[in-house]
T-cell receptor
Framework: SQQGEEDPQALSIQEGENATMNCSYKTSINNLQWYRQNSGRGLVHLILIRSNEREKHSGRLRVTLDTSKKSSSLLITASRAADTASYFCATDPNQAGTALIFGKGTTLSVSS | GAVVSQHPSRVICKSGTSVKIECRSLDFQATTMFWYRQFPKQSLMLMATSNEGSKATYEQGVEKDKFLINHASLTLSTLTVTSAHPEDSSFYIC?????????????FGPGTRLTVL
């Protein structure tokens, strides 16, 4: 079952600009993760934020989590053409051992 | 992180044939493995959860007789698409958790692209 909704569905920006993607989910979670997928390729794990965390940074990535609103955002700063990809949030349910549930994804296009 | 492999990476078959996809955890034991399907320009949809030594649990709408899952060892799960049809063409991705009952990280295989002619 698909849990998350992401917006926007598609985002086009210029190199150097920031890109913000949002994710909403429906049930309680243990953690939320963001993945990148280049066209036709496998998933690349970007960052994990636990339910008791509000913000996390990794290089040019900044993730926030608001469990009261059941939402998360991924900010990519100073974007590059190589950031062009689809980005998915995935929620880890509050029941151990169950699968990650993916959002619908945001397709990011960064032009140089 | 831990490594999950899939074989084959790409397969083309004729309609009506069966295709087997293997998913292996290379450097850890996976008591639980998951199979996802991804259609073009869509997200990953969970198909089933397999636990070593027991029957797989299928998500609603996934035909268990069409998508046979076997998790015979702690490092190998297989997905067999039986009597494949063009609508089964998709990107199939497996993943594995290291321990049952815990929130250990889930590791993903590189995916298998199935094309049914």
């Amino acid at each position: 079952s698909q849990q998350g909704e992401e917006d926007p569905q598609a985002l086009s920006i210029q190199e150097g600009e920031n890109a913000t993607m949002n994710c909403s989910y429906k049930t309680s979670i243990n953690n939320l993760q963001w993945y990148r997928q280049n066209s036709g390729r496998g998933l690349v794990h970007l960052i994990l934020i636990r339910s008791n965390e509000r913000e996390k940074h990794s290089g040019r990535l900044r993730v926030t989590l608001d469990t009261s609103k059941k939402s998360s955002s991924l900010l990519i700063t100073a974007s590059r053409a190589a950031d062009t990809a689809s980005y998915f949030c995935a929620t880890d349910p509050n029941q151990a051992g169950t699968a990650l549930i993916f959002g619908k994804g945001t397709t990011l296009s960064v032009s140089s | 992180g831990a490594v999950v492999s899939q074989h084959p990476s790409r397969v083309i078959c004729k309609s009506g044939t069966s295709v087997k996809i293997e998913c292996r955890s290379l450097d850890f034991q996976a008591t639980t493995m998951f199979w996802y399907r991804q259609f073009p320009k869509q997200s990953l949809m969970l198909m089933a959860t397999s636990n070593e030594g027991s029957k797989a649990t299928y998500e609603q709408g996934v035909e268990k007789d069409k998508f046979l899952i076997n998790h015979a060892s702690l490092t190998l799960s297989t997905l067999t698409v039986t009597s494949a049809h063009p609508e089964d063409s998709s990107f199939y991705i497996c993943s594995a958790r290291e321990l049952a009952g815990g929130h250990n990280e889930q590791f993903f295989g590189p995916g298998t692209r199935l094309t049914v002619l």
